[in-house]
């Protein structure tokens, strides 16, 4: 079971990345998505997440109206749309895979996923 975040790079305040997760080695469809993020100095907090369907998403209160999350299972694939980018984005992100297959995680807790990619670096330059 492998995940593997890419998509981060360096984009100026007002610019727009999509970061894009493969999923690897199990059946993907059946396990809700999560985005988290860790900018240096700071706790890994949560971003975004979709439910294993891909009808239900859930952000957190600042990405709001700027991140999208959004899914392609037949591909084993997540993707986090990022317009509008502040540099307090700034961070590594990553995506991860809930523990339990067909459940949703609205609040975002960290040890409801069991599987995480290694990150890919995210800088918003202001």
């Known amino acids: 079971v492998q995940l593997q975040a890419s998509g981060g790079g360096l984009v100026q305040a007002g610019g727009s990345l999509r970061l894009s997760c493969k999923a690897s080695?199990?059946?993907?469809?059946?396990?809700?998505v999560g985005w988290f993020r860790q900018a240096p100095g700071k706790e890994r907090e949560f971003v975004s997440a979709?439910?294993?369907?891909?009808?239900?998403?859930f952000d957190t209160d600042s990405v709001k109206g700027r991140f999208t999350t959004s899914r392609d299972s037949g591909k084993n694939m997540a993707y986090l749309q990022m317009n509008s980018l502040k540099p307090e984005d700034t961070a590594v992100y990553y995506c991860?895979?809930?523990?339990?297959?067909?459940?949703?995680?609205?609040?975002?807790?960290?040890?409801?996923?069991?599987?995480w990619g290694q990150g890919t670096l995210v800088t918003v330059s202001s």
């Open positions: 991860a895979v809930r523990r339990q297959q067909y459940t949703i995680g609205a609040d975002g807790r960290i040890d409801e996923y069991g599987v």
């Open positions: 080695g199990y059946t993907f469809s059946r396990y809700g």
């Open positions: 979709i439910s294993w369907s891909g009808d239900r998403t």
